[in-house]
């Protein structure tokens, strides 16, 4: 029996598989579809530990996260700078503060 997936998986998924007496069927993406998979699996992953809160799911989010910096030319470190530079001007999430409103 053949399931079909069509999704974005990670580099070693198609050995495990074979690993494990199956056989994988993949394909590899052109550059824009590359990206628009890695949008896809950036919710996928985030669904997922949305429905488990499972810590694990948020390594997962870290991954497709650092292939989409590097889609942007952004190395992790980039990215981790950018990340430093918002929470030093705007903070960060630690307090819980929650916005009710602004009076303007």
């Known amino acids: 029996m053949k ?3 069509n ?3 990670r580099d070693k998924i198609p050995e495990i598989i074979e ?3 199956k056989r994988a069927e993949i394909r590899i993406a052109d550059d ?3 990206a628009n998979l890695l949008r896809q699996k950036l919710l996928e992953e ?3 530990y949305m429905q488990s809160t ?3 799911e ?3 989010i870290i991954e497709v996260i650092i292939s989409l910096g590097a889609l942007h030319n952004l190395s992790v470190d980039a990215l981790m700078q950018i990340a430093a530079g918002k929470r030093e001007k705007r903070g960060g999430f630690e307090k819980g503060i ?3 409103s602004v009076d303007e």
Do not use: I, W
Request: net charge negative.
């Open 32 to 34: 824009s579809e590359y």
């Open 19 to 21: 690993a494990a007496g």
């Open 46 to 48: 985030v669904d997922e």
């Open 58 to 60: 948020l390594a997962d």
């Open 7 to 9: 999704k974005l998986v």
């Open 98 to 100: 929650v916005l009710l």
């Open 54 to 56: 499972n810590p694990d």
């Open 3 to 5: 399931k079909y997936y």
